[in-house]
């Protein structure tokens, strides 16, 4: 402890200390003002080429499309295909281009994501371990109705990564329909209100013919996914699912569910009795 | 002891006080930037992942009541009102209240909005000033707006009779002639939505400068760093006190302010920590610590949580003497919130907000100008007296200089890795040489508007003080 007092006061540090951190601070403000200026240039050489690649891509996407052709006959661009940020651009106007059209259009372009070997990339995605690039390899292989990936994305949606398991289940609802949540029943981490929220959007997005098995979410013991539920059913208008919540508010001892419950079936009941007074007029 | 001695030692004393004092503060700043960049990053990452519009079409949305207090705001609060009328959220209300302004803002309001006396009596659960009449629009394409007439009592009481009447669960406080994002409301809901162990009690957003910015319909159009150095120094300020400072404590779960320009509050809490205190200027800050304290003496869980998207546009005074007043009166307003709550300064009772947050405030925004002037007093008398070392005051200055600079650099890295608001390359450099002039320009007016706020706080000085404002660009 002297010779640390005596250090200091000797003062001898002081210059050097104070010298030696003027040119530290000098150069990290060299260092980041130049990491803005190399940044934006990178950002004008990836804009340049995506100005490149664009057209090409929309020909062969419009081909794809319209004329059904085959990822094979594109031969010429193989070059291309190998290029990262050219696959990028591909599989973003690929999904972008799938989110508008459906039928043998939407088949034309699942055929190319696979031929072309984009659903590679997808999977890759799936196997990142920063949960962002999961998240995007969801995405796609939800969005081109890639069925076979649905027990990976039921695994994923048991994450403790809240964003995680909001994309996976709304994955599996684009997947299989409201079945495709029918094991959030056995979930474990409680939804809070936002993630419920997501999750009932993707499943008014979905055909709401095929709503299925809601009803079990209600028979769960995680009282965020009996919320889930109840706020599915009453968003849906689902009357049918009425004695079922009959149930639930007759088994259930959780104040706030009980509330809720008894709140969905009485606009239930209002709704139906709406409907039967239109059908007899 | 001969008086040579005890100059040495006063001396001595002195510099390691200092010493200690400066690396403290620009040790805190960068662990605090650290922290916040952090923050930032996870925030980002997982907002490209969020959906906003399933707010617009869900019954679930947290209903909101935004509540602007106006004052003399006649030349611009019709098209202000229009403004807040067409942000996207379905889910809310618009109460403006007429603090008692001298000018045709009422009468303005009445005609434009058609409004007529509202079938609803005051409750005041917070006591307030006088309240005249409660307007609503006969126009059913303005149900959402109420109009307050009351009795002048200063925005606090404003802000309190629009809490009272407040019919959502939560309220959203904001300046009127703030320009806001369109989604601003979607984004700062969000926070209230998702935390299902603590309750959050507040939610803000980042405040940006938008003097020489264009505006078009009450929209934001076009985005400009000003050509006057003070606003385009405050440009730079800003960017790093929300950058670079809020999100650092947002992680730490300790912020303490809330911009006043626009933030949004449980309104059941902030009721029943008694709403804003009439008797403050800085009424922004006491009510978050107010809120904060209020819940952990009831031992509740809760968070206020901070969005670092800028949701919100202000103009920044372009004079010196509006500056001054602005200033002096957050200056006012810490001291004031700092010595109401006293009781938790180094409290473990009130955890990390007892332990750091108050003392950070207390040692670094309210003490810093006071330190730094006692500091130049004292160099001029060491100059006077002969006792300056010249080579090493001069390293000392550039070492304090430099460090101010890799700050200011260190911010707009920041922005152009995350909002990249300012498009052209021209923007960078303008800002870069405002970082450069600032240490010896904005800087000294900054501390000379504290010693003004400590002086009117001495002084027994109330109020705000007359703050005009020069108007934003408009295509």
Redesign the interface.
Known sequence: MEELWEF??NKDW??PF??Y??YF??F??IT??S???V??RLKLRNQKLEKRFTPIIEHILSLNLFESAFFSEFSAYEKLFRNGIFRNLMMESIINLHQNYDGTYAENLENFYMDSGLINDSYKKLNSEHW?IK?KGINELAEMNVAEAFGALVKMSKSSNK?LT??AINACIKLNGSNGIRHLARHKH?????T???I??AL?QGNLAHIQGLEYLLTSKNN?VISLGL?AIS?LNLSEKAPFVQELIDDTTNEEILTEAKTVLNRLIVQNNRSLKYEFQ | MSFNEFINIFV?IYL?LILLYAIFIMSSYLILSCLSIIELKSYL??N??V?YQ??L?????PALSLIAPAYNEGMTITENVKSLLSLSYNNYQVIVVNDGSKDNSMELLISTYDLIPADQAYDAKIPTKNVKAIYQSRNAAFKKLLVVDKENGGKADALNVGINIAQNPYVVCIDVDCILDRDSLLKLA?PF?????KRVIATGGVVRIANQCIIKDGRLEEIHVPDKLLPRIQVLEYLRAFLLGRMAWERLDGLLLISGAFGAFDKEIALLAGGYNTKTVGEDMELVVRMRRYMHEHDLPYTVSFIPDPLCWTEAPESFSIFKKQRSRWMRGTIETLWTHRKMFFNPKFKLLGLVSVPYWTFFEFLAPFIESVGLIITFIFIALGMVNW??FV??L??VY??S??FS??A??TE??TYHKYAK?KD?LKL?EGAFIEPFHFHLMSVFAALVGYYEKIKGTHGWGEMTRKGFSKK
Not at chain 1, 190 to 194: E, K, Q
């Open positions: 200091y006061y002081i210059k104070l010298l951190s003027i601070f000098v990290v403000s980041l003002f990491t803005i200026v940044m934006r962002q998240c964003i909001i994309v409680s939804f809070d209100l936002w419920q929220l997501n009932l959007d008014k965020s706020k968003s | 001595d390691i990452k997982k490209s992942f959906n399933i707010l079409s869900s019954e679930y949305a969000k939505m998702e935390s299902s162990t080579d090493s390293i000392l550039l070492f430099f460090y600079i890799m650099v260190l707009l890295l152009e890795l390359i960078y870069l």
